[in-house]
């Protein structure tokens, strides 16, 4: 304990040459002082007992579980149990992709998607197809894609007589079924990565209880057409819980999503959850892509009546529009406070590209990703980071080394835009609803993960003294679900610890 105080404060060859030409009382003295009033650091492999007890009360086993809690700036942890134990992280693995994106792309990293004429320009007319050419961009949403459109009329043209030209050819990427994680394939976070990728697919339905007739309202966006929808839902006054579940949705699409879609939602909604929104990815992409460029050009007043289909831009050819996304230190903050799947994938993909080798595919992300780990000498032969998102049976990662990851982290140039894309506990993201009212509220930034049979958490936290924490907490056991309790209390003790 001698050896790890001195190492951490002064150059050991110095209290050496110091300490031989002591006395024994001197030396004892010396050592008396610092035993008694300098707290060092503590290394355990069990885990501390308010959480013990916890663990114990709800029922997930001890082999079940994996803790490393180290102090930045320390050499040692102050818990590491069954830390080196490989386990799924879920969502937790989206800090390993986001630094990585931080540090192989930078903070100011931006994607681009690009208009092309494939025609001939007369006046206010293209007598050809219009081609938009994605790159990936995680944040194509409704807003921006609007707001491409927008400065595509404002270059004065109007009407297009040919086709739209769907160009996603800078990613490699196979078709995947959508229902094979969970069997949900219309739940938004299943919507497969793409090069052009519009507003996620997504159509939005908005729930509105309605107490003065006793109904619920249900508003789609952006393109009521593509749905047939019938609303069954009945109002009730009981407590807002996972509302989700009293909903049941009865979802009709064709095999290539091509067509309109029929969602039937029958079941119960409380007014006492107030609105809510359910997101659906019902239509493949060119569907939708063409319904939404045919509103918005529309509403700008252009004229369109023409087809989709995919196509390529000549590489020859200048854009007519090109748009940036906001800046990776922003998109982080929505794949990291929200666990947005949809975007990390995305970022996991432009990875593999930073050598400048496309089209992106997943086999080059993940070189990249154990390349750059290389070169940060961090080691981890036991990580399978499938897509870069968590959303995976297959993911693995140790908490000792996701532990040493956020160590790394906290000592790089990009530290503050990678900690500030954490959720803060009772504050905002997934931590919002989380310790709220306790010491802890707003003194944890921490990652939180979810999958069936499994709960994690990642992050760093401030303890009653300033002094900061990092914390990874994996449970891999059928009861995860019970297991918040003793991961709250982990984050209690860390804060209060001696």
């Known amino acids: 304990m001698l050896k790890i105080y001195i190492e951490n404060y002064y150059p050991v060859a110095t209290y050496i040459s110091y300490i031989l030409t002591m006395t ?3 030396l004892a003295a010396i050592l008396y002082f610092i035993l008694n009033t300098v707290t060092l650091p503590v290394f355990s492999q069990n885990l501390p007992l308010s959480v013990s007890q916890a663990l114990n009360q709800s029922g997930i086993s001890e082999s079940a579980i994996s803790v490393y809690v180290h102090e930045i700036g320390t050499s040692q942890p102050l818990i590491a149990f069954n830390s080196d134990k490989p386990m799924n992280p879920a969502s937790v693995m989206k800090l390993v992709t986001t630094f990585a994106g931080l540090e192989l792309l930078g903070p100011a990293y931006t994607w681009k998607t ?34 491409l459109i927008r400065r595509l009329r404002q270059t004065g043209l109007r009407e297009i007589t040919g086709d739209l030209l769907l160009d996603n050819s800078y990613f490699d990427v196979p078709i995947g079924d ?10 938004t976070y299943n919507t497969a ?53 009293t909903i049941g949705a009865d979802i009709r699409v064709d095999a ?14 409380s007014v006492n959850c107030g609105e809510k929104t359910l997101l659906l990815s019902l239509h493949s992409s060119p569907t939708y892509t063409l319904s939404l460029f045919r509103q918005l050009w529309k509403e700008q007043g252009g004229i369109f009546n023409g087809k989709v289909r995919n196509g390529t831009a000549l590489d020859e050819r200048l854009p007519l529009e090109i748009h940036q996304s906001p800046p990776l230190s922003e998109i982080i903050r929505d794949i990291n406070k929200f666990s947005n799947n ?21 086999t080059k992300s993940n070189v990249a990703i154990r390349q750059w780990l290389i070169s940060r000498k ?15 049976r297959n993911g693995r990662i140790s908490a000792h080394h996701l532990g040493k990851l956020l ?13 500030s894309s954490l959720p803060i506990s009772a504050v905002d993201g997934t931590m919002k609803k989380r310790l709220n009212g306790t010491a802890v509220t707003g003194r944890a930034h921490i990652k939180t993960g979810l999958l069936n049979g499994v709960k994690t958490m990642a992050g760093y936290m401030l303890d009653k003294t300033g002094k900061r924490i990092a914390i990874v907490f994996f449970v891999n056991h059928s009861k995860s679900g019970n297991a918040q309790l003793t991961m709250d209390m982990l984050l209690h003790w860390i804060y209060e610890r001696p």
């Not at 290539?256 to 909604?269: D, E, H, Q, R, T």
């Not at 160590?407 to 900690?419: D, G, I, R």
């Open 24 to 26: 024994p009382f001197k």
């Open 114 to 147: 690009e208009l092309y004429a494939n025609g001939v320009l007369k006046g206010d007319k293209l007598q050809g197809d219009l081609v938009i050419k994605g790159y990936g961009d995680p944040r194509l949403n409704l807003e921006n894609f609007w707001l």
């Open 178 to 187: 959508p229902a094979a994680f969970d069997n949900k394939p219309f739940r």
């Open 193 to 245: 990565p793409e090069a052009l990728l519009v507003n996620y697919r997504t159509i939005e339905l908005r729930i509105i209880p309605q107490p003065a007739t006793n109904t619920v309202r249900i508003i789609t966006n952006p393109l009521p057409e593509l749905i047939d929808l019938s609303n069954n839902l009945k109002l009730t006054r009981g407590k807002c819980n996972e509302w989700r579940n």
């Open 256 to 269: 290539k999503g091509n067509s309109g879609a029929s969602v039937k939602l029958n079941g119960s909604y």
């Open 342 to 362: 949809i975007a990390a994938r995305q970022l996991y993909l432009a990875l593999g590209t930073t050598t400048g080798n496309v089209p992106a595919t997943l």
């Open 378 to 392: 961090l080691d981890f032969p036991e990580l399978i980071i499938e897509n870069g998102s968590g959303l995976s």
């Open 407 to 419: 160590l790394t982290a906290f000592q790089s140039s990009v530290m503050p835009e990678f900690v």
